[in-house]
């Protein structure tokens, strides 16, 4: 019995893959002659097969779908933040992008009151902004929500929004706009609509950052 | 495979809930059978596994891509049995533990009194048997047992599973051993 304890020890570090050569030797040896021993190691090595050969339990098909079903949906704010995360510059692009659109619309709809950029002498009939005769605007020219008749001169820029370039009350198109009575010597911009107003105001923003 | 499922840790990271469901696709059987073999029956093991899955989902960001999943993931399944074993232990009789023999003894004297010794027991009867008997191991003894002969693992990684030192897992193992062979002896 007490060998037993002794060579019990023995056959587990055996099982577990923990003898040496010498020990295993030793471990043989007294087994060969030792059947008190002999039986209780055979017994062990049984118990493991038997083991190994319980039941194969089959899995319930609807688990995964069980699982995938019950994941907490808040996760997808930490998804969105992991995003972030992992794309500051394109989040930042994506905010300023957002913030823009914001502005461009909040000046579109601001009003559809006539709007006249700051220039002295222009005299205004109704909807219609009109450059006189003689006159000279020094600087640009934004009209907007209203149409423009240009008599005079403009030394800058003319840009119409959502209006028209009139002569004498008759409509001009743009081809022919140099040959009107009135002279432009600076570039004439006509944004009718939105997509345009979009466009010339990033334009104008990109033109700000640059020129900075 | 190690590769493909460290890749889909990595979606899941990300946020990818669909790389989530190959995941437990890939590992549903294996933990089902575990929790089954720790539960003892098939309800209680179907609701554990699953919440295994979803707690390793919740916890997928405190998950090291250098370590392995698979441990990681038995890690969850077998504390979540143990609580569940824990929780119903009053009425559980065969759980109760004697002070200072680690468990093991009042198992072992408890004679197995529906069979007589030598009884013929075969094929799928047996493999019940033998399952039973398993089962009716305490908890420590018997998630080590399965651990290393049903799913194969090392004892290093049992180890890093239990969270418990190596030489505790080499006790427990040789105990359990002993123990089954004392309740198998005569089959
Ligand atoms: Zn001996």
Redesign the pocket.
Known sequence: MD??RE?AQLMHQYLDGDLNQREEAILRL?LEG?E??QKHFHELKRTLTFIQSTEHISVPESLSSKVMQNLPTEKKQVKYKRWFKAHPVLTAAAIFFVLMIGSVFSSWSQDSQLVVSKQENLVIEGDTVIVPEGITVPGDLLVKNGDLMVKGTIEGDVTIVNGELLEDGNMLDEESFTASVGEVNGEFNHVDQFFEWIWYTFKNLFKGIFTF | MDEMIREKIKQVKKGDQSSFEDIVIYFQNRIYQHCYRMLGNAHEAEDVAQEAFIRAYTNIDSFDNRRKFSTWLYRIATNLTIDRIRKRKPDYFLDAEMKGTDGLDMYTRLPSQDRSPGEEVEGLELQRFIHQEIAELPPKYRSIIMLRYLEEFSLKEISDILNIPLGTVKTRIHRGREALRKKLRHV
């Open positions: 060998c037993n060579y007294h030792c008190v021993c």
